[in-house]
Nanobody
């Protein structure tokens, strides 16, 4: 059974930083793109960032470019999201995703999802 477990969410002031982690189990994703999505209150889930299987290509939503950094560790079957210069509009539930596709066409979707971790940015 595949599981993606996120950690690292919490409450932070605007301008602060958080690092999200996601540990995958049940199968290896070393040959698949992994990423992060988020859902803000009252909004649809949206793409945040993704990384290809070898880390060779990184993809970011325009709203987080320059502030967020995605990374992965295939030995640990894990993906990370370093978030800096956080804004109140970054408040959302953040979801780890594995086997992410549609990165070039910007129709991002994923086959596997975590349960989500709450990130709240206060002004």
């Amino acid at each position: 059974q595949v599981q993606l477990v996120e950690s690292g969410g919490g409450l932070v002031q605007a301008g602060g930083s958080l690092r999200l982690s996601c540990a995958a189990s049940g199968r290896t994703f070393s040959r698949n793109a992994m990423g992060w999505f988020r859902r803000a209150p009252g909004k649809e889930r949206e793409f945040v960032a993704a990384i290809t299987w070898n880390g060779g290509s990184l993809f970011y939503a325009d709203s987080v470019k320059g502030r967020f950094t995605i990374a992965r560790d295939n030995a640990k079957n894990a993906v990370y999201l370093q978030m800096s210069s956080l804004k109140p509009e970054d408040t959302a539930v953040y979801y780890c995703a594995a086997d992410v596709t549609g990165l070039i066409s910007r129709t991002q979707q994923a086959l596997y999802w975590g349960q989500g971790t709450q990130v709240t940015v206060s002004s």
